[in-house]
């Protein structure tokens, strides 16, 4: 089994060896500099009470305030939740952020409980974590399964604890209770700032290009639908229920209605239904990985053919792919970088609720435009340097900015 932690602890060492990190640095970065855990137990509706083991972990802080999303999901494990907390770190960093990297998450299948449930779950992890957390301290965010209306609910609940108003200490809140334009589509944006500039290092043509998409959830479908107005032929989409393929480019508006109405991407008109495994294996020229960790492993990573991997999901390209997908020539833009648009806008979010004072769209869309296009060509720019994949590279980059961070404040 591929355990994303130990992943994670690869591909620091990776950048570590290449970049010649400091030996002190490297050890403290090799693990959390706290995870809290808890037991999160509400009455169901039925009646019955019912447990849910809860996380959050805070990586490290050199750099700012932890930063980083709460996941809902069945799969969750405390090692997955710190290497997410670990990436958080890289992430922000690479983008210049002045924020650390922390996360959260809670093994459950939101899609089992009513609204009820989860109002009551999610009031749950505010009440288990709301002294670690604040504008100052520990910032969480949406990330797979939960939402704006999950992260009001925690900012409501914050507030009632402490009885002050403290927007900042969530991001990717709805509009009306102080969250950013832009933050929805975030991600995707970022990604496609990102994809762009690669596009054009790679010399391929948006009108000639073919994508798989692989998830449709916040990232996944916002992206499908930004690359489509941007000439891009999207001819694969999946979600957890299966996966679709299409001779001719997706009409991606109908797929969304078909998708809100079916609660699945498969069945819609004019495709065929294809696992999950064989849409990443599709003979595409950009493949983009939405969904989780550990899609492209070494099972699977030789028979890969698209040309360019741009990772939108956290951590789904295990190191041994990795190292087969670059001497295979194949581009994997990381998730660090390519996924950093959500973040990014977060960190708006807080600046606006800290002045009290809102931007419009196009002011969101040019900051995040020039940070995205500012981070992609610093990270090419040290592969180049040191001839390495763009992981190392991003790895190095987020890495010379934490180890600075850390010495500075001194290191023990
Ligand atoms: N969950 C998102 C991520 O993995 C966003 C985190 C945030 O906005 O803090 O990057």
């Known amino acids: ?163 002050e108003h403290a927007p900042g200490m969530i991001t990717g809140k709805p509009l009306c209770l102080g969250g950013s334009r832009g933050r929805d589509k975030a991600t995707a944006q970022g990604g496609v700032f990102v994809l762009l500039e690669a596009v054009k290092k790679m ?34 989409v999946s979600d957890s229920k299966g996966a679709i393929k299409s001779a001719n480019a997706l009409d991606i508006s109908a797929l969304t209605a078909h998708k809100e109405k079916n609660s699945a991407v498969t069945g819609f008109t004019g495709t065929e239904t294809i696992t999950n495994e064989q849409l990443l294996e599709l003979p595409v020229d950009i493949l983009i990985p939405a969904a989780l960790e550990n899609q492209i492993t070494a099972e699977n990573a030789g028979r890969i053919k698209a040309k360019m991997i741009l990772e939108l999901a956290n951590g789904p390209t295990t190191p041994e792919a990795d190292a087969i997908l670059f001497k295979n020539n194949v581009v994997v833009v990381p998730d660090i970088l390519a996924n950093a648009g959500g973040v990014t806008v977060s960190y708006f979010e807080q600046v606006q609720n800290a002045s009290n004072y809102y931007w419009t769209d196009e002011e969101v869309m040019e900051k995040l435009q020039k940070i995205m296009i500012t981070a992609f060509a610093g990270v090419w720019a040290t592969k180049e340097k040191y001839a390495i994949d763009l992981r190392t590279a991003a790895f190095v980059t987020a890495l010379e900015r934490v180890g600075a961070a850390m010495k500075a404040r001194g290191l023990v």
């Open 1 to 163: 089994m591929n355990n994303p932690f130990e992943n994670a602890l690869t591909q620091l060492s990776r950048a570590a060896n290449v970049m010649k990190l400091d030996p002190q640095v490297h050890e403290k970065l090799k693990s959390p500099k706290k995870v809290h855990s808890a037991s999160i137990t509400i009455i169901m509706d039925n009646g019955s009470t019912k447990t849910f083991p809860a996380w959050r972990s805070q990586y490290n802080d050199a750099l700012g305030p932890y930063k980083g999303g709460i996941r809902y999901h069945p799969g969750v494990t405390e090692d997955e939740v710190k290497a997410l907390s670990f990436w958080m770190t890289m992430k922000c960093a690479v983008v210049g952020l002045p924020l650390g990297g922390g996360k959260g998450g809670i093994i459950v299948n939101p899609k089992e409980l009513s609204e009820t449930e989860l109002e009551k779950l999610s009031r749950g992890y505010i009440q288990a974590f709301y002294q670690h957390l604040g504008p100052t301290k520990d910032v969480p965010a949406p990330d797979v399964y939960t939402n704006s209306q999950i992260m009001a609910w925690m900012l409501d609940e914050y507030e009632k604890l402490t009885g």
């Open 203 to 236: 010399d391929m043509i948006p009108n000639e290009t073919t994508v798989a998409i692989q998830g449709f959830g916040n990232a996944g479908a916002h992206m499908a639908e930004l690359l489509a107005v941007q000439g891009f032929k999207i001819v694969a």
